[in-house]
């Protein structure tokens, strides 16, 4: 599994959770890893579990809202492994209210993580990409890229916005050689999902059973929770093909919740 040998990739939010599996399988793909997270500790364990097993790593504190802290931790990544080819745009937290009950506080602080972030780490990254000309950059989107869900406007909005940065990527960067992708998972049991279940029951008045089976599930073919290896098994594919045949694109992962 030598496809992404010598590639660097700098992953967001890899201290835990998808990230983390985007970091490994890229690792054991022959993948060189910067691991970016706010959680140092996280990021450690991610760092140690990828030389464990033989591959290389580093880890780099990056609050993907602070755009100093961005640049600095790109840049430094970049000083550590010599480029870099792949950015992971993946950070992101949920936070799921009716509209009216929405703070705004809230609904800002996830448009600045997802959203924010994405454009900040972007720009950070195809500063070093264009130069060499090559690069590619993948968004973590979402179902909810395409679809809406009650509860969760900022969300939803954040993820639709997604898609519209990583398309004009796909413009801006084709001369450049650099490509733009989202990943758009459906539910996967990470603890972001585990959190959401009581939350929904809550405002939704149903039981946490009914929230995984209807709510969450209930769209899928199989009733089955995407895994994260699903979502990193994409994230390898898409950050070792080659040419511009796939850029622009969303690439839903979901068990047939949507078909698009």
Same mark, same amino acid.
């Given at each position: 599994?030598?496809?992404?040998?010598?590639?660097?990739?700098?992953?967001?939010?890899?201290?835990? *959770?998808?990230?983390?599996?985007?970091?490994?399988?890229?690792?054991?793909?022959?993948?060189?890893?910067?691991?970016?997270?706010?959680?140092?500790? *996280?990021?450690?364990?991610?760092?140690?579990?990828?030389?464990?097993?033989?591959?290389?790593?580093?880890?780099?504190?990056?609050?993907?809202?602070?755009?100093?802290?961005?640049?600095?931790?790109?840049?430094?990544?970049?000083?550590?492994?010599?480029?870099?080819?792949?950015?992971?745009?993946?950070?992101?937290?949920?936070?799921?209210?009716?509209?009216?009950?929405?703070?705004?506080?809230?609904?800002?602080?996830?448009?600045?993580?997802?959203?924010?972030?994405?454009?900040?780490?972007?720009?950070?990254?195809?500063?070093?990409?264009?130069?060499?000309?090559?690069?590619?950059?993948?968004?973590?989107?979402?179902?909810?890229?395409?679809?809406?869900?009650?509860?969760?406007?900022?969300?939803?909005?954040?993820?639709?916005?997604?898609?519209?940065?990583?398309?004009?990527?796909?413009?801006?960067?084709?001369?450049?050689?650099?490509?733009?992708?989202?990943?758009?998972?459906?539910?996967?049991?990470?603890?972001?999902?585990?959190?959401?279940?009581?939350?929904?029951?809550?405002?939704?008045?149903?039981?946490?059973?009914?929230?995984?089976?209807?709510?969450?599930?209930?769209?899928?073919?199989?009733?089955?929770?995407?895994?994260?290896?699903?979502?990193?098994?994409?994230?390898?594919?898409?950050?070792?093909?080659?040419?511009?045949?796939?850029?622009?694109?969303?690439?839903?992962?979901?068990?047939?919740?949507?078909?698009?």
């Amino acid at each position: 599994m030598a496809k992404l040998k010598d590639n660097v990739a700098l992953v967001t939010g890899a201290g835990s *959770g998808i990230g983390r599996e985007i970091a490994i399988e890229m690792a054991k793909a022959g993948g060189r890893l910067a691991i970016c997270d706010i959680d140092m500790d *996280g990021a450690a364990q991610t760092v140690k579990m990828i030389e464990e097993a033989g591959g290389e790593a580093a880890p780099f504190e990056m609050d993907v809202t602070n755009e100093d802290q961005v640049n600095g931790a790109t840049d430094a990544a970049v000083e550590r492994f010599g480029r870099l080819d792949t950015l992971v745009s993946n950070a992101g937290v949920q936070i799921v209210h009716p509209i009216e009950d929405f703070p705004y506080a809230e609904f800002r602080k996830i448009i600045d993580i997802h959203l924010g972030g994405a454009f900040l780490t972007t720009k950070a990254a195809v500063k070093h990409m264009y130069p060499q000309k090559s690069g590619s950059l993948i968004y973590m989107g979402s179902v909810h890229s395409h679809e809406a869900s009650p509860l969760k406007a900022a969300y939803v909005s954040a993820k639709h916005a997604i898609l519209g940065l990583a398309r004009t990527m796909a413009k801006e960067g084709a001369k450049h050689g650099v490509r733009s992708n989202v990943i758009c998972p459906g539910f996967v049991r990470t603890p972001l999902v585990d959190k959401q279940i009581p939350e929904q029951a809550r405002d939704l008045g149903i039981t946490e059973e009914e929230v995984v089976k209807n709510v969450m599930l209930g769209a899928t073919v199989d009733g089955e929770f995407t895994t994260v290896q699903d979502v990193a098994d994409m994230a390898v594919f898409l950050a070792g093909f080659d040419t511009n045949a796939l850029t622009g694109q969303s690439f839903l992962v979901s068990h047939g919740w949507v078909m698009k």
